[in-house]
Structures are given as C-alpha cells and as structure tokens.
C-alpha cells in the first residue's frame, strides 16, 4: 500500500496580495497526476485545508474538485483539520463523503477511531490491517476537558489524545497484526518554523515533544511550512507552496509512504514544480537593475531590499520595469551608521529655520533629502502660508 503524506494547503490564501488559486490550481494537478502515475493507494492531508475558517465558495469548490479528482484516480483521503480550518465547516458531511473514499476527522471524538486499510487485499478480520488515525487541531482551552486534563497546554492534550490512541491499538493488537499511521497538525519539538505559519501559542511554549508519537509506525505532521524529517518515523511533508519570502529556497514536496504486511516500508520524497519562483534581492538599485545574472528573477515574485545610501526616487516603479512581480520593497542603506538612527527629535532641534524642519522631515520619513526643485516648493509653501498669515 502506497500513503501520500501532504498538508497546509491553505486553499484560499494570498501572497503578499496577490492570490494564490491559479498556483493552488497548479498543485493540484500534479498531485492527482502523481497519484494515478505512482499508484497511490492513500492521500493524507495532516490539516490546514483551507486558509481561513470562512473559505470563498470558489476556494470550497477547489476542495470538492481535488477531492473529486484523488478518488477518481483510484486514491482514498484521510483528511484532518488544522488551526486555520473550521472543524465543524470542514468535517460538514463526513459519513456521506466516507462512503465516496473521503474520511474526515475532525472532531475530538473521532481521533481514536481509526479508518482501517487491510494490507493483504483481503477484507477479512484478522488478517494484517492498517490503522490511520487522525488528531483533529486540539485547541487546549477548548478540548482540555474533554479529554480530562487540568492543564490547558499543547503538550496536555496532545498526550491525552495519543494516550487514547494507544489504547485502541493495543485493544486491536490483541486479535490481528495491526500498524499505524497518525496525522496530527501541531508543532513537534525539533521542526524548523518559517514566517508564514501562525505561532501555536505565545512564546513558543505550544511545541510539544517528539516522544509523544513514539511507537507509532508513522506519524504524519501538518502546521510546519518546510518538509522536513525529525525522526524516521516522524515527518512534516510541509506546504505544497511558498507562502513567504522565508521559504523561497525551499523544496516543496511530500512523503510517500510504502506499507507492507511487516509495517512501514521505504518513505521516499516527492518534489512539487512551484508555479512562481520566488527571490529575495539585495543591493544598490541600479546595480540590480544591471545584473545579467538576474535574468531569472525577472519572471519572478521578488522581495527586494535596497543598500543605497539615500533611497533613490520612484525606487519601485524603476524596478518593477525590470521586475515587474516586485512585491515587497525595504531599505537598508549600507554605511549609514549613527546618522541612519538620528532621532527626528535629534534633527528638530538643530534646525536652523522653517525650511529646515521640512526638509528634514522629509529625510526622516523617506531617507533621502529634498532635492533643489522639492526645496523650492517647500520654501514657496512656507511663504505661501505667510503672507495669509498676514493678510488675516
């Protein structure tokens, strides 16, 4: 048997503006190309379907049209909610969509209620059986009384829910040759974080350690952007897209899984073709705008920080004729020292007059001074205003 380990769809989301759903779209495609070219018997998806609770009706009917497509190609789903999911939303008709192959957990009272795939291709009932279970997004605050714990933390109830796994297998164990697979979306001590996930909780406190999944035969984690492995058995397949600029030189891809009667198998990479690439520039505007080995970026979603001493004019128009998809523009003007930090307080109180305390608001605001002809206007401004001053 053959697991696809995915997650973080975030179906819906924007980059920096701009949306998403073509590139999502893009993904799409593939995956349901790789699923019928590689024979995959089971996709998981460890949460974060959606990008927010409130999905748009186009991106729910993205969703529908995946779901449709992965069962089509031969493939069941497991499918769990992730902390951008409404789980109630999400879960909407889950005994209905089982029946098509589609088997959602996202409720709390499911999490020890496996789906069982039988791995000799008989469905009988006691030969070797599969057993993938899903942990719904626990919220502590709301989920730590049902699961009767007194302290509301990530690790609390994270225990308690893997506890009661573990009861229903050993409970399985007893009659037939039994493996697992666990789909949680959570922060696992060990996983390197990237800035487009939302912090589980303040202060990083929310992570949880890895020996919660140990004895498991493969735990597939959701939350984490970039695909990475804390453990043999334990893995995050990340996003299938770049949702920020901290990701830009990242893989992005999934695990598939092989499951044999004697339990896990071989857990081999699979790599996704991003729709866009993305770069992050650095340097003097008209060195970027010169650099022959930029080429590349030029059909690229660019963040692009400017070291020029004084931040040149129309700085974004001139690089968007190169860059067109600059989407994010910063400075940081290289050898500013002390006079970069001057305090605008600092610079009021050394102004000589009227005009200095404009040009050097000016400056302050946008790094760079008044020019001959912006000083101009300034000082016919200022005269302007007195001479109504003295008309009144």
């Known amino acids: 048997m053959r697991l696809l380990h995915t997650s973080d769809w975030h179906l819906g989301r924007s ?46 009917g993205l969703l529908d049209d995946a779901l449709v497509r992965l069962t089509g190609a031969g493939a069941q789903v497991v499918l769990t909610s992730g902390n951008h999911d409404s789980a109630i939303r999400l879960g909407f008709a889950s005994r209905l ?15 020890d209620k496996p789906v069982l795939f039988p791995l000799d291709g008989a469905d009988d009932a006691t030969g070797p059986v599969l057993a993938v279970y899903g942990i719904p997004w626990l919220e502590p605050r709301l989920v730590a009384g049902q699961l009767g714990v007194e302290t509301a933390s990530h690790f609390e109830v994270t225990r308690a829910a ?46 949880v350690p890895l ?12 939350h984490l952007h970039g ?29 598939l899984v ?16 991003p729709p866009r690439a993305l ?4 340097g003097k505007l008209d060195e970027l705008l010169s650099a022959e080995g930029l080429a590349w970026a030029e059909t690229a979603y660019c963040q692009t920080t400017l070291t020029d001493a004084q931040r040149p004019a129309q700085a974004m128009e001139r690089l968007r004729a190169r860059f067109p998809d600059t989407l994010v523009l910063g400075f940081d003007p290289e050898g500013a020292g002390a006079a970069a930090r001057t305090s605008y307080s600092s610079r009021l109180a050394d102004a000589e007059d009227d005009l200095s305390i404009c ?18 206007v300034l000082a016919e401004a200022l005269e302007n205003v007195r001479l109504e001053g003295t008309s009144l």
Not at 18 to 26: E, T
Not at 279 to 282: D, F, I, N, S, T
Not at 359 to 376: K, M, P, Q, T, Y
Request: with cysteine; glycine share 12%; charged share 25%.
């Open 15 to 60: 980059f920096h503006g701009v949306g998403m759903l073509d590139g999502q779209r893009a993904f799409i495609d593939q995956l349901v190309n790789f699923v019928q070219d590689e024979s995959v018997d089971v996709v998981l998806i460890a949460g974060d379907v959606y990008d927010r609770a409130l999905p748009g009706v186009d991106v729910v």
């Open 97 to 111: 969509l089982e029946r098509g192959g589609v088997h959602l957990r996202t409720r709390l009272a499911e999490l």
């Open 162 to 207: 893997t506890a009661r796994i573990r009861t229903d297998l050993a409970a399985r164990a007893g009659t037939r040759t039994v493996h697992s697979v666990v789909l949680a979306h959570t922060f696992a001590s060990g996983g390197i974080s990237s800035d487009s996930e939302r912090d589980l909780s303040i202060g990083g406190v929310g992570a």
């Open 211 to 222: 020996d919660l999944f140990d004895g498991f035969g493969y735990t597939a984690l959701g």
């Open 227 to 255: 695909r990475q492995e804390l453990s043999s058995a334990v893995r995050y397949s990340g996003s299938p897209l770049a949702y920020s600029f901290s990701e830009a030189k990242d893989r992005k891809g999934s695990w």
């Open 258 to 273: 092989e499951v044999e009667a004697a339990g896990i198998g071989e857990i081999r990479e699979v790599l996704w073709e």
């Open 279 to 282: 770069a992050v520039l650095r």
């Open 359 to 376: 040009c050097g608001f000016l400056e302050h605001v946008r790094g760079r001074g008044a020019d001959d002809a912006e000083s101009a």
